[in-house]
Each structure stands twice: as structure tokens, then as C-alpha cells.
């Protein structure tokens, strides 16, 4: 009996000994094994291959313009800005002048691109690449390119650049040029602060916006989509993908997006884009006289029966204007025998005017109007700023 007692005693010591190392070392091994209670759920069937659009969704809108629209870096040579010291007048005394100048370093900057033709042809903004002496641009898929400037029109803040591939590039549809009306749906894409390709919806506000003081030419669409640093140059398009215009500008006390964006409609991006393949260059008529509003007490005193025309306030000496007997004073009311509603539309009227041709200018002097014929000359191109 005694014998047995043992016998048992040794095994369950054995045992514990067993369990406690088991639990111990592989602490799995003993957890219970069997399955646990699944809960029921609903899942979506899989989105692989052909996704089905969502109701209210502008995803294949943004899938169908978003590859043309490319990041574009640009880099100049600058200066470093010297030691402050050097512009002590105390140390320039015992230490003679010195050139305040620090050692050269390249400065960079970032903006948007689209590319509108298989050729490689990219329009953005001017203020993107204007003092740029290298421009690179990389497309969504990844691939980058040096580019070349073909041509700029700082008067609409557009350029165009080219890039050489030997691969098919993705190339943009453009709108018609009368397809926007306010109140429709678009998306504006670009590369806000350098984060990344971003897209972003709003509805157009306004069309025509003009007088803004941004650029010389003006008719912008504005829009509440918002737009940021980084975008200028990038693509503002329809709910169907087409290109409407150009991102450019925003309305911006602290330098974010407000709700009031401007964009340059495409059928201007796409007259600058044709002269500029064209002939490297943007020509407009020209005539060589200084305009202003027409005020309600202009209008008085001049005697006119309301506020419509141009003031013509100087005339430059042997301009187009000049040799045609133009003069201070007088009310330019029709060029061409379209009707002068104001300084912008006059503007617009004579940039229109092929140089070189002669045009029929109907001008109000003192209680006669006179018509004078005017050899359109060529507007001057505006120097980059440097």
C-alpha cells in the first residue's frame, strides 16, 4: 500500500512540475483552442478592377485630368545675404569696405503645370518660372524632365514650357470656351506647399472678374475651390475632366485659401499657347496713350450724356496715337466700330488690333466727334523682373 501511495505521489508531483513549466515556457499550449464566437457583418463586395462610380463622386473626373497635371521646380542662382557686420559703419572704419557679399547658393521654388499636347507643350503661370534658370517638371506616374522655355506673357502672367519624351506623355482636354457658366461644379489641381498632387472642389462664383490690379489683361474665373500656394499654374476643370483654365491667383490676407480663388479661363491659355508655339511670342496691338474712368463728374463736365468710354489722359510722343492727331482730352467712345464701354474694354479692343493694319478711332473732342484712322503699332513685351 505504501508502495502505491508513492507511486501516486511521485506522478502528480511530476505532473504539476509539468504544467508549471509548461505554463511558463509555452503558455499557448495550454489556452483553449476551440473557435471564437464570429460576429455577423455586412461588407461591401470587393472594389477590384472596375470601380462603380458613387453617387455624387467627381472621381473620374480627377482621374482624367489629374496625370496631366505636373509639378513643376524651379532653382536660380542667387547671393547669400553677407554679415551683418559688414554694414557697421564702426567695423568699416577700422576694417576698411569690404563687399557685402555672401557665397552663392541656389534659391528654389515650386508650382503646377499642364501639359496640353502630346508634344510635350505645358502651359502655367509666368510668376512660376519667370526668373528661373532651371526648370524641372515631374509628372504623377514619377517620371521627371528638364523643360525649356518656349515662350511668356507676363501681361496674362502664362508661359509655356516643352519637355522631350520618348514615352507617351498624358495630355489634358480642353473645355470649350463657352462652357462655364456660374454656379457649376469644378476641381481644382495642382501641388499646394509642395505636399503632393491634391485636389480640391468648389463651384465657379464669378466670371469675367477683371480690375483686381493682378495682371494687365484680366477676365478671371473665380472660384471657391481652394487654392494655395503651390497650385499656380495648375488645372481648373470641369465635372467631366476638360480643362477650364488656369489656376493663378488667390484673394489672401494671411497667404492660405480664403474661398476666392482666380484662374484664367482656357480660351485665353489657349490663344497665348497658340502664338507662343507659334512664334515664341504674344503680339497685341498698340496705340501709345494713357486711359482713365470716365466719373460721374468727368462725364458732366465734358458734357456726356453718361460714364461709357475712355478718358484718353496722355499721349506719347510720336506713338500711333500721336501721328493720328489723338489728344489729351479727347473720349475715345468706339475703336474699329466696336463700342468702348470703359478703360478694360478699350484695352482689350486694341490689343485685338493686328500691328501693322490701320483701325478707325471715333473720339468725342469738346461737343464734336471726330474719326480718326490709327496705323496700330506693336505692344512692347514687358521685361522679366529680376
Known amino acids: ?4 501511495w508513492l507511486i501516486f505521489a511521485q506522478a502528480v508531483t511530476i505532473s504539476v512540475a509539468g504544467l508549471f513549466v509548461l505554463s511558463t515556457l509555452k503558455p499557448e499550449w495550454l489556452r483553449d483552442t476551440a473557435p471564437a464566437s464570429v460576429v455577423a457583418i455586412l461588407e461591401a463586395p470587393s472594389t477590384e478592377g472596375e470601380r462603380p462610380a458613387a453617387v455624387g463622386s467627381y472621381a473620374a473626373a480627377a482621374q482624367r485630368s489629374m496625370p496631366a497635371v505636373v509639378h513643376i521646380f524651379t532653382s536660380k542662382a542667387g547671393v547669400a545675404p553677407g554679415h551683418p557686420l559688414l554694414d557697421d559703419p564702426v567695423f568699416r572704419h577700422f576694417f576698411g569696405e569690404r563687399p557685402n557679399n ?10 503646377s ?5 502630346p508634344d510635350g507643350y505645358i502651359v502655367t503661370n509666368n510668376h512660376v518660372i519667370e526668373t528661373a534658370d532651371q526648370i524641372e517638371v515631374a509628372l504623377n506616374d514619377g517620371r521627371k524632365f528638364g523643360a525649356r522655355l518656349i515662350g511668356r506673357d507676363p501681361e496674362t502672367d ?5 519637355i522631350d519624351s520618348d514615352g507617351q506623355l498624358p495630355v489634358i482636354t480642353l473645355a470649350a470656351s463657352d462652357a462655364l457658366t456660374v454656379g457649376d461644379v469644378v476641381l481644382a489641381i495642382g501641388n499646394p506647399f509642395g505636399v503632393g498632387q491634391t485636389v480640391t472642389m468648389g463651384i465657379v462664383s464669378a466670371l469675367g472678374r477683371s480690375q483686381l490690379g493682378i495682371n494687365t489683361f484680366e477676365n478671371y474665373i473665380q472660384t471657391d475651390a481652394a487654392i ?6 495648375g488645372a481648373l476643370v470641369d465635372n467631366s475632366g476638360n480643362l477650364v483654365g488656369i489656376n493663378t491667383a488667390i484673394y489672401s490676407r494671411s497667404g492660405g485659401s480664403l474661398g476666392i480663388g482666380f484662374a484664367i479661363p482656357v480660351s485665353i491659355a489657349r490663344n497665348v499657347l497658340e502664338q507662343i508655339v507659334a512664334t515664341g511670342e504674344v503680339t497685341r496691338g498698340w496705340v501709345g496713350v494713357e486711359i482713365q474712368d470716365i466719373t460721374p463728374e468727368l462725364a458732366e463736365s465734358f458734357g456726356l450724356a ?3 468710354g475712355a478718358l484718353i489722359a496722355g499721349v506719347l510722343r510720336a506713338s500711333p496715337a500721336d501721328r493720328a492727331g489723338i489728344k489729351p482730352g479727347d473720349v475715345l ?3 474699329g466700330g466696336e463700342t468702348v464701354r470703359d478703360p478694360k474694354g478699350m484695352l482689350d479692343l486694341v490689343a485685338a488690333l493686328p500691328p501693322g493694319r490701320r483701325a478707325n478711332f471715333l473720339v468725342r473732342r469738346g461737343e464734336r466727334e471726330i474719326e480718326l484712322t490709327v496705323e496700330v503699332g506693336r505692344r512692347p513685351t514687358p521685361a522679366p523682373s529680376r
Open 1 to 4: 500500500m505504501r508502495r502505491l
Open 102 to 111: 555672401g557665397p552663392t547658393q541656389r534659391q528654389s521654388g515650386l508650382g
Open 113 to 117: 503645370g499642364v501639359i496640353v499636347s
Open 158 to 162: 502664362l508661359a509655356v514650357l516643352k
Open 228 to 233: 494655395n500656394p503651390g497650385n499656380s499654374g
Open 306 to 308: 453718361d460714364t461709357r
Open 333 to 335: 467712345i468706339a475703336v
